[in-house]
C-alpha cells in the first residue's frame, strides 16, 4: 500500500482470484436445472 498509495491494491489479487474461480465454475460445472441430482444411476 505504501508503494502504489492506493488503499485497495493489495485487493486485486484475491479479486483476479476470484474471478478466475467464477470463471472456470462457470464453463465446467453441469447445469443441474430439472435434472434429479439424488438419483442413484
Not at 9 to 20: K, N, R, T
Amino acid at each position: 500500500m505504501a508503494w502504489s498509495d492506493e488503499i485497495y491494491s493489495g485487493l486485486w489479487y484475491p479479486i483476479a482470484v476470484a474471478g478466475m474461480t467464477l470463471v472456470v465454475g462457470l464453463l465446467f460445472m453441469p447445469e443441474t436445472k430439472d435434472r434429479d441430482i439424488y438419483a442413484d444411476d
